[in-house]
Every structure is written in C-alpha cells, then in structure tokens.
C-alpha cells in the first residue's frame, strides 16, 4: 500500500486505532501481525514505534479507548436520572446499553473476546472499570429492591444475566434486519422488568 498520511501525529494514531480494530476483528489479535497493520494504515512498520511499543499496546489502547467512551456516555444519559424511579432508570440504562453496542459492535467483540490478551496489570485494569460499569446496573437493581419493586435474588447474579443479554445484540442484530433497534430496547425492556417486578 502506498503511504498516505504522515507518520506523526494523532491523524495517524487514529488511523492506526481504526485499522487495529478492524484486523483485530476480522483475524483475531493473534493473527495479526505488525507488518500487517503497518500496510493497512500505509505507513514503514518501524514508524508504528512512534505511536505504539508493542502490539499488545494497541490491543490495550482500544480497549481503554472503548472504555472510556462508554463511560463518557454512560455519564450523559445517567447525570438525567437524578429525578427517576428504579423502572425509568433500568428502561434507561436498557436503552443505552443495547444502542451503544450495536453501534460499537467491534469495540465491544474485541473487549470481551481479547481480554485475555492483555498483560496481567492492563487486564486488572480494564476488569476493574467493567466491575465499575456493572455497579451501576447493580445500584439501579438495589434501589428497586429497596422500594419494594424489584426482586432480584441476588443482585450480582441479576446483573450479570441483564449484561450478558443485552450484550448479546451484538452477535445478531441486523441495521436493516426484521426489527429496529427501538423495538429491540422495547422486547429487551419489557423482558428484563418482566423478571424484575413483583407480579400481582
């Protein structure tokens, strides 16, 4: 591939972000290999030690990356529910959760499928901000309990089930598929408080 932009700067660090996400989610971080990369952006290999040490580096960059960005709109949905119930709260945090990961599918599959990748202190550190994602939908889960609208059993149990359903839109949903992405918020809703609620 002919060299297209310059090798410094964050024009090519994002560049380099972009064609890591899309290897790493077509081959697996295994697979892919520097050189590889190097010609996706367009840029001599020795010029990605100017952005990155190794490829676990990278690895560890976009997930940190994809981290942060989920709290940073986690953060903006969440400051509007100060006046809110535990029910508007979960249909809340349904709704964010399954719109971000259809539109950060990659971000999300490489997250959870190359974790294991990571060296042992980014590994504690990513885990770390997951439990910290998780306490949030675990609060919203105690708060129902307290006012005597959720049963929950116990709460990190239920928490995780929610995440690993809504989580699990990434493996199947379709932009142009049978059902919109609201009306997946909707089924997804309505099931999660199905199984929270008190009936009767």
Known sequence: MARTIGSHGPKTMEAIRKAGLKLIYE???????????????????????????????????????HMDDLFRQFDEVRAAWTELGPVERMRGFVAFHVTYHILRKREVFIGYSE?????????????????????HLIDILRLGEEQGLFKCGDVSVAAYGILTMLTGVCTWF??????????????????VLGGLMHQG
């Open 27 to 65: 081959h697996g971080f295994e697979a892919m290999s520097l050189r590889q990369l190097a010609s996706e952006v367009g840029i001599q290999v020795g010029s990605l030690y100017n952005h990155i040490t190794t490829k676990e580096d990278l690895l560890y960059d976009l997930i940190r990356v």
């Open 115 to 135: 974790l294991r990748s990571l060296e042992p202190n980014h590994y504690e550190e990513i885990v770390a901000l997951r439990r910290q994602y998780e306490r």
């Open 174 to 191: 379709r932009p142009h598929g049978r059902l919109s992405k609201e009306q997946v918020i909707t089924t997804y809703s309505n099931l």
